[in-house]
Nanobody, 114 residues
Framework: VQLAESGGGRVQPGGSLRLSCVVS??????LGWYRQAPGKQRELVAD???????NYGDFVQGRFTISRDDAENTVYLQMNSLKPEDTAVYYC???????????WGQGTQVTVSS
């Protein structure tokens, strides 16, 4: 399984970005976004299951929305009201529960700065 992220970049505080992740394998059970800032541990941003359940990190506070298009094997992360503390490398993750396997993308940099 390969994951390819896109959509990162630099944005001013209060701005928006939309991240995309294309997954090479269909019907992956859980798709999610994680992030890692310099000197910090990787943390969950949001994930979504095949059944449509979503889960967000506490810091999201309604600013981000995760969605998936299984016909296109793609998961999205819409990020609004971005803050400087959202600056990090954002990673796409896929969990295949049948094989108990976890796959990661290479990451995309998001920088929020004026």
């Amino acid at each position: 399984v390969q994951l390819a992220e896109s959509g990162g970049g630099r944005v001013q505080p209060g701005g928006s970005l939309r991240l995309s992740c294309v997954v090479s394998q269909r019907t992956v059970d859980i798709l999610g976004w994680y992030r890692q800032a310099p000197g910090k541990q990787r943390e969950l941003v949001a994930d979504t299951t095949l059944g449509g359940r979503t889960n967000y990190g506490d810091f999201v506070q309604g600013r981000f929305t995760i969605s998936r298009d299984d016909a296109e094997n793609t998961v999205y992360l819409q990020m609004n009201s971005l803050k400087p503390e959202d600056t990090a490398v954002y990673y796409c993750r896929a969990d295949d529960l049948l094989t108990d396997s976890i796959y990661w993308g290479q990451g995309t940099q998001v920088t929020v700065s004026s």
